[in-house]
T-cell receptor
Framework: AQSVTQLGSHVSVSEGALVLLRCNYSSSVPPYLFWYVQYPNQGLQLLLKYTTGATLVKGINGFEAEFKKSETSFHLTKPSAHMSDAAEYFCAVSDSFGNEKLTFGTGTRLTIIP | KAGVTQTPRYLIKTRGQQVTLSCSPISGHRSVSWYQQTPGQGLQFLFEYFSETQRNKGNFPGRFSGRQFSNSRSEMNVSTLELGDSALYLC??????????????FGEGSRLTVL
């Protein structure tokens, strides 16, 4: 079975500072990895995904993530935090090829300090 | 393009009752997945339907069931409700094709409270 671990259930950064949200995965096969964001009282929205190819993936709203196989990591970063980035972020791995079953991490709540 | 629509948004039930939640996917999407979100367990996969067939199932008891109609709309049902079923139930749709694996579009959810 595949799994993801998100380090830090709560992260606070100052506006304009670097955002770093950590995700490590466990997979016996090449993984499909995703970051989703959830704003209050809303569903989840896809930020970015890694399937194959380039290991540095760029997403929406200035976020990017780097797939590092040697470290089994897929950390999410943004150079400069904005107040609108305050939300909960979920890392996920596709359970198997060809269907839509995702295994999610427990989430990281990002707070932006003005 | 309309997004994923879930109804009802909020509902309150008592233990032992049953509930039916509805999900209308994005036009053209043939896959509908259901997830349960709770503070303690996080996001857990319930099941996925593709072209009216259950394609994948999570580890939930048989009280949780679903179906998909020919227009891709989906319903999930929970029978004999328990307090622990209180959660946000999220529906997600996608094309359901291998190249789109994991690109899910979520609705805003149905928040179920069991008293």
């Amino acid at each position: 079975a595949q799994s993801v671990t998100q380090l830090g259930s709560h992260v606070s950064v100052s506006e304009g500072a670097l955002v770093l949200l950590r995700c490590n995965y466990s997979s016996s096969v090449p993984p499909y990895l995703f970051w989703y964001v959830q704003y209050p009282n809303q569903g989840l929205q896809l930020l970015l995904k890694y399937t194959t190819g380039a290991t540095l993936v760029k997403g929406i709203n200035g976020f990017e993530a780097e797939f590092k196989k040697s470290e089994t990591s897929f950390h999410l970063t943004k150079p400069s935090a904005h107040m609108s980035d305050a939300a909960e972020y979920f890392c996920a791995v596709s359970d198997s090829f060809g269907n839509e079953k995702l295994t999610f991490g427990t989430g990281t709540r990002l707070t932006i300090i003005p | 393009k309309a997004g994923v629509t879930q109804t009802p948004r909020y509902l309150i039930k008592t233990r032992g009752q049953q509930v039916t939640l509805s999900c209308s996917p994005i036009s053209g999407h043939r896959s509908v997945s259901w997830y349960q979100q709770t503070p303690g367990q996080g996001l857990q996969f319930l099941f996925e339907y593709f072209s009216e067939t259950q394609r994948n199932k999570g580890n939930f008891p048989g009280r949780f069931s679903g179906r998909q109609f020919s227009n891709s709309r989906s319903e999930m049902n929970v029978s004999t409700l328990e307090l622990g079923d209180s959660a946000l139930y999220l529906c997600a749709s996608s094309h359901g094709l291998a190249r789109n694996t994991g690109e899910l579009f979520f609705g805003e959810g149905s928040r179920l409270t069991v008293l």
